[in-house]
């Protein structure tokens, strides 16, 4: 195989032709600072804020609600600690969070950070399938409940949560309700509205955007205190020097998904679907992540006698990029915490696949990783001390 296949898309995606093409003129020609006074900077400040006006179309929200971040872990990190500590500005210097055990490391590690400062969370656990339970979300609140986080869609296993359910068990509480939309805006169809979100997070460059180009949503009137100090850029909630580039090309790409989401879900639906077809038909395999309520472009699996590394350098090979799991953890030799909380083994959690499909990828690229991942699948599990190569089982007993 001499092309590359790129089948991690949930990592990372290719940044659009549409938004490279708006962001051009902003590093040599509109490279005002939107600060300054004259009108070279104020054009800067006019294109910024057609950006967050688009960008607030996408999402049913309004301009003054999206604050320009450097990503979803600031976005993240923003929400967290800026509900709580504009609770304790409201005289709660302490109280109760309440989150999922499958978290983006942004949330879980922020919300671990907040321990830390006196405050106590719940990790909801979560179904087989990786689904919250918003009887279970409302069972969990007390009377110091101060904040919900729960993501709207799963990094790892693609699973869609029932994020207008739990925001409307959070509205009639009268509790904050943020979500990390990271791996759902430009994916799936996303109103803060309709979610009932008084936080939503968001990162560009998972739908074709920039890296380090991110964006909080604060739903009015909350006025989140800052996290970063500065300047006082961002209605003096978020300060240093706006990246005007990433803003304009975060806007672009994510006005492209949109427009493109109906007949690109459907097509990249068809070819997820293809994919677990194909892999769950090889003995002892899992497909992980709820069956229907998914990412359109995510298929995940575990491998009972494969590890995971192994199988994603034997992928690589053949030029396939694949992932067994978060790209952000994907160095940690541990299991992931996320096939750990829906119930699976460590032994078997190691052996997971996550594929996940984006604009380049086509019939052909489907084609070519159904015929690798069992070839490589039966290469490791030949080697392996753990599979019984005769009797074609694992060695262990579950």
Not at 113 to 130: A, C, F, I, N, R
Not at 274 to 285: F, N, S, V
Not at 289 to 311: D, Q
Not at 377 to 398: G, H, I, N
Request: glycine fraction near 10%; charged fraction near 20%.
């Amino acid at each position: 195989m001499t092309n590359r296949i790129y089948a991690d898309h949930a990592a990372t995606a290719a940044l659009s032709h549409t938004a490279l093409r708006a962001m051009e003129p902003y590093f040599t020609q509109k490279y005002g600072n939107p600060s300054s006074l004259y009108g070279f900077g104020q054009q800067a400040k006019a294109d910024l804020e057609k950006a967050r006006a688009d960008l607030a179309a996408c999402l049913n929200a309004r301009p003054e609600e999206i604050y320009f971040t450097s990503g979803g872990t600031e976005a993240d990190n923003w929400a967290l600690k800026g509900a709580v500590e504009l609770m304790a500005l409201k005289g709660k210097k302490t109280g109760h969070i309440i989150t999922s055990a499958i978290e983006h490391h942004a949330v879980l590690h922020t919300a671990q950070y907040l321990e830390k400062q006196g405050y106590s969370v719940t990790y909801l656990p979560v179904d087989g399938h990786g689904r919250v339970d918003p009887a279970a979300v409302e069972a969990a609140i007390r009377p110091d409940t101060l904040l919900i986080s729960i993501m709207a869609a799963n990094n790892e296993i693609g699973t869609i949560q029932p994020v207008a359910e739990i925001g409307a068990v959070a509205r009639a509480h009268k509790i904050l309700f943020h979500t990390d939309a990271v791996q759902a805006v430009g994916h799936i169809p996303v109103d803060v509205q309709a979610w009932n979100a008084d936080l939503l997070s968001l990162s560009g460059h998972k739908f074709g955007g920039p890296r380090g180009m991110g964006a909080l949503y604060v739903k009015k009137p909350l006025r989140l205190p800052p996290l970063i100090h500065g300047g006082g850029q961002e209605k003096g909630r978020r300060s240093g020097t706006e990246n005007v580039a990433g803003a304009v090309g975060m806007a672009a790409a994510l006005k492209e998904a949109v427009a493109r989401l109906p007949e690109e879900s459907a097509r990249l639906s068809a070819l997820r679907d293809r994919l677990i077809a194909g892999l769950a038909t090889l003995p002892y395999t899992r497909l992980t992540g709820h069956p229907t309520h998914r990412l359109p472009g995510i298929a995940s699996f575990v491998f009972e006698g494969v590890e995971g590394e192994a199988l994603l350098l034997h992928l690589d090979a053949k030029g396939i990029c694949a992932s067994s799991g978060s790209a952000c953890s994907s160095a940690s030799l541990d299991p992931s915490h996320v096939l750990l909380a829906i119930g699976l083994p460590h032994a078997i959690a190691h052996g997971s696949l996550r594929l996940s499909l984006g604009p380049d990828n086509t019939e052909a690229d489907v084609d070519a990783i159904l015929k690798a991942v069992p070839q490589v699948v039966e290469y490791l599990r030949a080697m392996s001390p753990v599979w019984d190569a005769q009797a074609q089982k694992p060695t262990w007993e579950l």
